[in-house]
């Protein structure tokens, strides 16, 4: 009888540890998720986001500039910085940058696009004529005279990336594009015969100038006039970065699928009438997966031992990725996600010990 009981009572604390150090999880909507990571990655109210959490307290303003995008999408932005005084740090940083450090086309495009999301680039830019002034000056002086941008003032030589920074900093102050043939056409000597650009008109083809080259294009109201063939090799090129498990490879001579070079083959596709992905439904699942059940962010997988690492810029591809393909309802589904604190350590290592003490216990008393 004495043992029955024992058993009995074996079970209910077996049963009972088994429930407690069972992981807590909790499902809530991927977009809330995704939003959390993009709250936790910001550094306050009023001064910018970072990239990943390991970098915390350090301002990326391209990782700025797609949190607010993606917040504002969301109709959170608003809940999350206090946009005035935000811009008004974003306009300090791009004084100070001019003044004190080298400035670049790119931070240049991201700080401005910032500014422009937030509703404040007039108050801070336009009606500043000594800083506005500075910035035309700059953009200028990276435009070549025989087309294309140069990334900083103080090199000569334009790519295909820098040329699309110089062209939509242009849009974000207002400014009128001086000679825009003279750049459409030297986008167009970087086009190879495989369907990509190169990053100069010297350079093999390249997915990431590709993908820049066909913005830089469209923004200038120039890639719907391309050859119906021109812009088929141009589709066909990014569909060859494709591998069947539903991503696209940054390289044709890789095996790896990540986010960013399928963000960037999935636009170039879209940018055609009634566009044909390769297997649409997969890049979707593909995508999702790509969402860290450690963060709330989107990630890719890492060498080391399948450690992931989210990041703003990975998640906003993500996102765009899910836009282009009118998937973005994926978002409202739920997923469970680990939840675990010290907390529910202590209290497992606790009834572990209680566990192992009592059947110590028990085993001695069967012993006397």
């Known amino acids: 009888m004495k043992t029955t009981h024992t058993k009995k009572l074996l079970i209910c604390l077996t049963l009972l540890s088994l429930f407690i150090i069972t992981p807590l999880s909790s499902a809530k909507l991927r977009s809330n998720y995704l939003i959390d990571f993009i709250s936790n990655n910001r550094i306050s109210e009023s001064e910018g986001f970072t990239n990943a959490i390991e970098f915390s307290g350090s301002i990326s303003y391209e990782a700025t500039y797609y949190a607010l995008d993606m917040l504002s999408d969301f109709n ?73 941008f140069t990334m900083k003032n103080t090199t000569s030589t334009p790519t295909v990336i820098s040329t699309f920074y110089g062209i939509k900093n242009y849009e974000l102050i207002n400014e009128i594009l001086d000679n825009e ?86 636009k170039l596709i879209s940018m055609i009438p009634n566009p044909e992905y390769n297997d649409r439904d997969s890049t979707i699942n593909w995508i999702l997966d790509r969402q860290n059940i450690l963060d709330g962010g989107f990630s890719d997988p890492s060498a080391e031992s399948g450690v992931q690492n989210s990041s703003i810029i990975s998640s906003y591809n993500a996102y765009r990725i899910l836009s282009v393909l009118n998937a973005l309802g994926s978002l409202n589904n739920e997923i469970g996600i680990v939840e675990f604190n010290w907390v529910i350590l202590l209290a497992i290592l606790v009834v572990i010990g209680v566990v192992v003490g009592l059947l110590f216990f028990l085993w001695k008393r069967r012993q006397i």
């Open 76 to 148: 959170q932005m608003n809940i999350h910085v206090d946009p005035v005084l935000l811009a008004e740090n974003l306009g300090k940083a791009i004084y100070y940058l001019f003044e004190y450090q080298t400035i670049d086309l790119h931070d240049l495009y991201y700080l401005l696009s910032s500014l422009n999301i937030l509703g404040q680039i007039d108050d801070i830019i336009t009606s500043n004529s000594s800083l506005n002034g500075k910035i035309i000056d700059y953009i200028n002086q990276t435009a070549q005279i025989t087309g294309g």
């Open 181 to 266: 043939l003279i750049h459409v056409n030297w986008l167009l000597t970087c086009n190879n015969s495989d369907g990509g650009f190169g990053g100069n008109s010297t350079s093999i083809s390249d997915l990431s100038p590709t993908y820049y080259a066909a913005l830089a294009l469209d923004n200038l109201n120039s890639y719907d006039n391309l050859t119906s063939t021109n812009k088929d090799n141009i589709t066909q090129y990014a569909k060859d970065f494709y591998l069947s498990n539903g991503g696209y490879r940054p390289d044709l001579a890789l095996t790896q699928t990540v986010i960013w070079s399928t963000y960037y083959s999935i």
